[in-house]
Each structure stands twice: as C-alpha cells, then as structure tokens.
C-alpha cells in the first residue's frame, strides 16, 4: 500500500532553502535596535525596519515565517532550547545569538525578551530586543558554542546542555546569569537600551 505524501508548507520549503554561510559578518551599529515580534509557536509577526534591513528579506517574506529562519548552522541547538524552555515559562533570558542573513552573511546580537500577556494571563506573544554583541563578549562566547557544537554534532543536544551545565556550575552562575553578566549594557547605555525597549512594548 503506497503512501500518499502531503506536498511541503511554504514555511517548510523556507527552511529548506536556506542560505549557505559565506563566514562574513555584518558589522552592526550599537546604538541601534532590532526588534520581532512572534506568536507561541516562534512564528515571526512583525519587525522593526532595523530588523528586516539586516536580516537581508523582505518584511512579507518574514512576516508568517518561523524564526528560525535566520538560525546559523554555528548556534548549538541547547542555546534554543534554554531560550523556549524559559521564555514558555514567562521567564526573560538574555541570550547571544548568532544570525544568518540571506545572503549567507552572518551577525551575532545580544537577545533579551519581552513576554506579553492577555486579559488572562496567557501568554500571547514575545518581542525580542536585540543589539549588537560587544567583541569582548565573543572572545568568551563563540569558543564555548563552537565546543557546544562539537559536543551536540557527536553525541547529540543533551550531551551539550549536559557540558553547559558543567561550565557554568564551575562559575556558579545560570546561562542567564552568565551572558547578563557578559553583555548586559551598564550605565547610560543601559538606560537608553531600556528606553528603547519601552517604545515597543
């Protein structure tokens, strides 16, 4: 008995036509902002006009597409899942992220989240906030996810969360704890951050 195949979803040939790395990296301006805004399911709603620019698509091409449409191959996939398991929760996380653009290009930003609510109290959607991750943030970073990445390639996700863990029990710290304490803007550039963050809630 054969076996009738559904023909894909437009987001599913999306995630199939993703863009080959080029390892070239977009140079972002620190003052500025991106911003997105997705329902439950991770599925992008809106973006700010930075957002679009950088992510190298068009704004209707984003709009109903999943996130991880702009996922890199380098990003370990424990780092997503840290993500939703907290923000599911209604629980903010800071994260450093590094993203693809469409032509392949790459840019790494420091994420931190938004959760709104309903009448309820169901949560109904997440805006992230994202801006630029300081150098000095991904001489730390990006060879601890390059480690990630080796580790999840060769013995799966658990096996990475499982050395993540053991990273960060060494410091003492949450991953949340760890990047806030990486990244988190200080000072008058923190003020202004959480300013900028005010206008789109």
Request: aromatic residues 10%; without cysteine.
């Amino acid at each position: 008995m054969s076996m009738l195949k559904s023909h894909p979803t437009k987001m599913e040939i999306k995630s199939m036509l993703k863009p080959y790395p080029t390892n070239k990296e977009i140079k972002l301006n620190p003052k500025e902002m991106l911003v997105s805004k997705t329902d439950q399911r991770g599925v992008i709603t809106y973006g700010n006009k930075k957002f679009v620019e950088v992510s190298g698509y068009k704004e209707n091409e984003l709009i109903g597409s999943p996130h991880s449409i702009l996922r890199h191959p380098d990003m370990p996939k424990a780092i997503f899942y840290l993500m939703w398991e907290s923000i599911k929760k209604g629980k903010n996380i800071m994260a450093v992220v590094k993203n693809l653009a469409r032509n392949g290009d790459h840019y790494w930003v420091t994420t931190d989240f938004d959760i709104q609510r309903d009448r309820e109290g169901k949560i109904r959607n997440y805006i992230a906030y994202r801006q630029a991750a300081p150098k000095s943030v991904l001489k730390e970073i990006e060879p601890l996810y390059q480690k990630m990445l080796e580790i999840e390639n060769e013995h799966g996700m658990d096996a990475s969360l499982k050395y993540l863990e053991g990273f960060l029990e060494e410091k003492d710290m949450s991953y949340n704890q760890y990047i806030e304490n990486l990244a988190k803007p200080k000072g008058i550039t923190g003020a202004l951050f959480e300013k900028m963050k005010q206008m789109f809630a």
